[in-house]
């Protein structure tokens, strides 16, 4: 069965440094999400992507935060400058046309010192 | 705004006994989605069941069914002979399906323990 695939699994950083999370999307969706999840806390919304472009973001997805399909198949989300309170786990999700249920990638624990 | 509310942090069900998983949930809109994901310890999110509004019947997977009362606005995830490896993380999802936001809205959780 086809599955979403995150790089990498687990990431430290230095507060200030740039970080990109990467996801390998199921071959046929073509809606991409990102969702993070603070320790102990609730899976919140980041960022959804289609057709290329940014289609919604939440409060959370300030300047710091950017999102990209290089290459057509991988989708990236990129932290510009990390800080403390972005530890999380970050998961992508994708979705095929027609289809109601999101997909989620095992995630990326991303610690920052 | 839509929000989702799971009540009980924590449950613990005996093997092979019956548990119920409580989620309610505010809307405005008539049509949407409803989701139960299971997050085991490895942190992966697994689709455990999900439900049409538009749809009266309650949706089954096994051993997992759920009890969706639209008026009541309260989406329960039953899940029946319960196996060790239940035990996890469940979260209850809401997601429009009129308001052109595809994004899920997540409750808080509820850690399910299953004894031996």
């Known amino acids: 069965e086809p599955e979403v695939t995150q790089t990498p699994s687990h990431q430290v950083t230095q507060m200030g440094q740039e970080v990109i999370l990467r996801c390998v999307p199921i071959?046929?969706?073509?809606?991409f999400y990102w969702y993070r999840q603070i320790l102990g806390q609730k899976v919140e919304f980041l960022v959804s992507f289609y057709n290329n472009e940014i289609s919604e973001k939440s409060e959370i997805f300030d300047d710091q935060f950017s999102v990209e399909r290089p290459d057509g198949s991988n989708f990236t989300l990129k932290i510009r400058s990390t800080k403390l309170e972005d530890s999380a786990m970050y998961f992508c999700?994708?979705?095929?046309?027609?289809?109601?249920?999101?997909?989620f990638g095992p995630g990326t624990r991303l610690l920052v010192l | 705004a839509q929000t989702v509310t799971q009540s009980q942090p924590e449950m613990s069900v005996q093997e092979a006994e019956t548990v119920t998983l409580s989620c309610t949930y505010d809307t405005s809109e008539s049509d949407y989605y409803l989701f139960w994901y299971k997050q085991p310890p490895s942190r992966q999110m697994i689709l455990v069941i999900r439900?049409?509004?538009?749809?009266?019947q309650n949706a089954t997977e096994n051993r997992f069914s759920v009890n969706f009362q639209k008026a009541a606005k309260s989406f329960s995830l039953k899940i029946s002979d319960s196996q060790l490896g239940d035990a996890a993380m469940y979260f209850c999802?809401?997601?429009?399906?009129?308001?052109?936001?595809?994004?899920?809205?997540f409750g808080t959780g509820t850690r399910l323990k299953v004894l031996a």
């Open positions: 439900q049409e509004a538009y749809k009266q």
């Open positions: 999700a994708t979705q095929a046309l027609g289809d109601e249920t999101q997909y």
């Open positions: 999802a809401y997601r429009s399906a009129t308001s052109g936001t595809y994004k899920y809205i």
């Open positions: 071959s046929n969706h073509l809606y």
